[in-house]
T-cell receptor, first 112, second 114 residues
Framework: KNEVEQSPQNLTAQEGEFITINCSYS?????LHWLQQHPGGGIVSLFM???GKKKHGRLIATINIQEKHSSLHITASHPRDSAVYIC??????????????FGEGTQLTVNP | KAGVTQTPRYLIKTRGQQVTLSCSPI?????VSWYQQTPGQGLQFLFE???????NKGNFPGRFSGRQFSNSRSEMNVSTLELGDSALYLC?????????????FGEGSWLTVV
């Protein structure tokens, strides 16, 4: 079993729909990242969370440390949101900010 | 402010050869980390450098190595290439090796081993 599990693996939505991507992890963490990867390969960091909730535009990320679970929500989805969304965690044991364990990613396709 | 720059973007190598990939971090960032992404294994941490010192290393064989220069630019090297080394290699930088700092990724270097 992977330390970081994401669901769903694939998600197709119609423009305007509310989208939720889930991430569960099995280790104690000091931070969780949500990343976005477009087909060209580059990755953009959307959020870094250690508790609570963060919002940026139409994106909302929440984390429940006790339940070892995080969600990424996209409100009013748009075709340009189509990408792979990746959850990554930093273990409590790590002193380095960059050693992350990644989920397998969620391929999101938003149709017009 | 320029982002993280990786070169080359695409390359094809033959099994047994070696390859060197380069990463220029965001100006002022001293921490550079490297990741490998393959369809089968997903994203995996390779190593991290801070102030020219390797601070952390992932579970990769000794064929994978790297270094960081005084200007924070970093290179990674893979010797005796194997077909399974075909992957997207991503570099990321941050302004501290400590917790709580956002990581900025480059566009990656696509390596194909034939």
């Amino acid at each position: 079993k992977n330390e970081v599990e994401q669901s769903p693996q694939n998600l197709t939505a119609q423009e305007g729909e509310f989208i939720t991507i889930n991430c569960s992890y099995s280790v104690g963490i000091s931070a969780l990242h949500w990343l976005q990867q477009h087909p060209g390969g580059g990755i953009v960091s959307l959020f870094m969370l250690s508790s609570g909730k963060k919002k940026h535009g139409r994106l909302i990320a929440t984390i429940n440390i006790q339940e070892k679970h995080s969600s990424l929500h996209i409100t009013a989805s748009h075709p340009r949101d189509s990408a792979v969304y990746i959850c990554a965690v930093r273990s409590l044991k790590e002193t380095s900010g960059s050693r992350l364990t990644f989920g397998e990613g969620t391929q999101l396709t938003v149709n017009p | 402010k320029a982002g993280v720059t990786q070169t080359p973007r695409y390359l094809i190598k033959t099994r047994g050869q070696q390859v060197t990939l380069s990463c220029s971090p965001i100006s002022g960032h001293r921490s550079v980390s490297w990741y490998q992404q393959t369809p089968g294994q997903g994203l995996q941490f390779l190593f991290e450098y801070f102030s020219e010192t390797q601070r952390n290393k992932g579970n990769f064989p000794g064929r994978f190595s790297g270094r960081q220069f005084s200007n924070s630019r970093s290179e990674m090297n893979v010797s005796t290439l194997e077909l399974g080394d075909s992957a997207l290699y991503l570099c990321a930088s941050s302004n501290s090796r400590f917790l709580g700092n956002t990581i900025y990724f480059g566009e990656g270097s696509w390596l194909t081993v034939v």
